[in-house]
């Protein structure tokens, strides 16, 4: 177990003429090694939601349990919360300040009280983990292109070697490659390493393909908790809220309308293939 | 965290203090301080008690807000209160020891104090009705005969405005730098005063970073869009006087003429 969430409410600015309820009574409980999508609309209370589970904001009402401990006792260490529970946040260069890329990562590590031969061997590992090129290494972080500066980032995150990995929009920006790269190297190192994985995006298409389950965040409000196929089914409802599922839901959706013989569980675009190969037999 | 920081801490309500032209509010404002400075007598005060309490009520904006003001300058009221009671020569009215207070000293203390509370609270009710750009726009007008002197008056009112309308957006960004890098374990609380600066390079380093960069594409937006300066530049909204303001420019000076008539016959 490493996560419960307990009615869990924050409200921006409270008692202000600009009070905003960002999270409403949320209750959520979430696994040691399980790979979560939260997917929500601008707005809708994801971001918020996940800067709770590192304890960057803290709760109005209810309270966060990690690993059986209330955060919110007077006592517990968020700081060492924070090593365990790694956040890579949307901007890279919100965290990128050092000289070289190499020095950048090492500051995570630094900050843990490791050994400076430790630190370094975490910083190598972790790049090599994002698969950024050597030659990059003694760079300034400012000259890396958009996708290099997200590896580094979020290289900086993994050196502390965290049980959690929350990535806030990861691909936010990137092209279609450079998003299905990165996407794939999280995928890739959480089946590596089993660690729980927390990935934030507003495009259903980019955490079907990846994640075992799926956190719908609507104004506030958890409005689906489920494995992927399963949330699809609501598709109609999706839509209501400014999201949409993965195409292929819709070309299911559309054939089996059409009368064609196909199931609707498909969710990305082999499984969809495989469907329709077996109806053209 | 820092989000709760508003400057120019504008407060929005639907009143006529709100709904007046900036510039009547800036000239009101500033004959307002001009009054709290130069008259006194008690019925001078009760006259600009019952002013700017009458133009508080009207602009619907909390008390509290106003008095929210004058927490920042609390320290320097009582330092100052205590230096003018204890340290003006005159008629002693009590002492102990070496220390005397004297009804000089008394009437300067209590005198000073209205007028800062005042003075304070006279502006704060300026900034919490009219939005920072709305400001600079009132000053830009006001200030346009200087324009034939060779003062700036509009590159001035626009780096106003860019300033103000940038310092929500950096406020935010350090809020969001500072959040990453404590994710990574930075502290911004413990340690020395050394310690502490060292822990800032990594707040500074990117917040220095996105200024230019924002800097640079605002530059970039403006000339995009042909910004050559003031020269036969139009107003999205000019400001126009309205009937209201008429209004209040009669009853602001009335008002101080009110006060000069008190002084000459009392």
């Given at each position: 177990m490493s996560f419960i969430l307990d009615n869990v409410s924050y409200r921006y600015?409270?008692?202000?003429?600009?009070?905003?309820?960002?999270?409403?009574h949320v209750n959520l409980q979430i696994d040691d090694g399980e790979f979560i999508g939260v997917i929500g609309h601008t707005g809708s209370g994801k971001s918020t939601l996940i800067q709770h589970l590192n304890g960057l904001l803290k709760a109005t009402e209810g309270t966060i349990y990690f690993n059986g401990q209330d955060i919110y006792e007077e006592d517990y260490d968020l700081r060492d919360l924070r090593m365990q529970v790694g956040m890579v946040f949307q901007y890279p260069e919100h965290q990128l300040f050092e000289e070289t890329v190499f020095k950048d990562v090492c500051f995570g590590p630094k900050n843990q009280g490791l050994p400076e031969k430790d630190v370094t061997l975490r910083a190598y590992e972790a790049l090599q983990n994002v698969g950024?090129?050597?030659?990059?290494?003694?760079?300034?972080?400012?000259?890396?292109s958009g996708g290099q500066k997200r590896r580094a980032a979020i290289a900086g995150v993994i050196a502390m070697k965290p049980q959690v990995l929350i990535l806030d929009e990861p691909t936010a920006g990137l092209d279609p490659k450079g998003r299905d790269e990165i996407l794939d190297m999280i995928a890739d190192m959480h089946a590596r390493y089993g660690n729980t994985v927390i990935l934030v995006s507003h495009s259903m298409e980019d955490v079907a393909k990846y994640v075992d389950r799926i956190i719908v965040m609507d104004h506030g409000h958890v409005k689906f908790d489920d494995a992927p196929r399963q949330v699809f089914h609501h598709y109609k409802e999706l839509e209501e809220i400014g999201l949409a599922a993965p195409q292929v839901t819709y070309l299911m959706h559309e054939m089996k309308e059409k009368g064609m013989d196909v199931s609707t569980e498909a969710t990305t675009v082999d499984e969809a293939k495989e469907a329709i190969l077996r109806l053209i037999g | 965290m820092l989000r709760d920081i508003t400057l120019g801490q504008y407060y929005p309500a639907d009143s006529v203090i709100h709904k007046l032209d900036p510039r009547t509010k800036l000239f009101a404002t500033l004959l307002f301080i001009i009054s709290v400075f130069s008259f006194d007598g008690i019925v001078g005060f009760i006259v600009m008690t019952a002013f700017l309490f009458g133009v508080i009520a009207l602009s619907k904006v909390p008390l509290s807000f106003m008095l929210r003001g004058l927490k920042a300058i609390m320290i320097l009221l009582v330092i100052a209160g205590l230096f003018n009671l204890f340290l003006t020569p005159g008629q002693v009215l009590w002492s102990i020891w070496k220390i005397h207070i004297t009804r000089e000293g008394l009437r300067n203390a209590v005198l000073m104090t209205i007028r800062m509370v005042y003075l304070i609270m006279g502006s704060s009710v300026m900034t919490l009705t009219t939005t920072p750009n709305q400001l600079t726009d009132g000053l830009e007008k006001a200030l346009k005969p200087l324009q034939k002197i060779n003062v700036p008056v509009h590159e001035i009112a626009m780096m106003m405005s860019i300033a103000l309308r940038f310092i929500p957006i950096l406020i935010e960004e350090t809020d969001k730098i500072m959040k990453a890098q404590m994710a990574r374990g930075a502290d911004f609380e413990t340690g020395g005063l050394v310690k502490k600066a060292k822990n800032m390079v990594p707040l500074l380093v990117p917040l220095f970073v996105s200024a230019f960069r924002r800097a640079n594409d605002l530059a970039l937006a403006m000339e995009a869009r042909?910004?050559?300066?003031?020269?036969g530049r139009t107003k999205m909204i000019p400001l126009v006087y309205h009937k209201v303001d008429r209004l209040a420019y009669v009853v602001v000076i009335a008002y101080f003429v009110l006060l000069m008539v008190i002084k000459v016959v009392l």
């Open positions: 600015s409270e008692k202000t003429a600009y009070e905003i309820t960002a999270l409403d950024l090129p050597e030659k990059y290494f003694d760079v300034s972080p400012f000259e890396l | 042909c910004y050559v300066g003031g020269e």
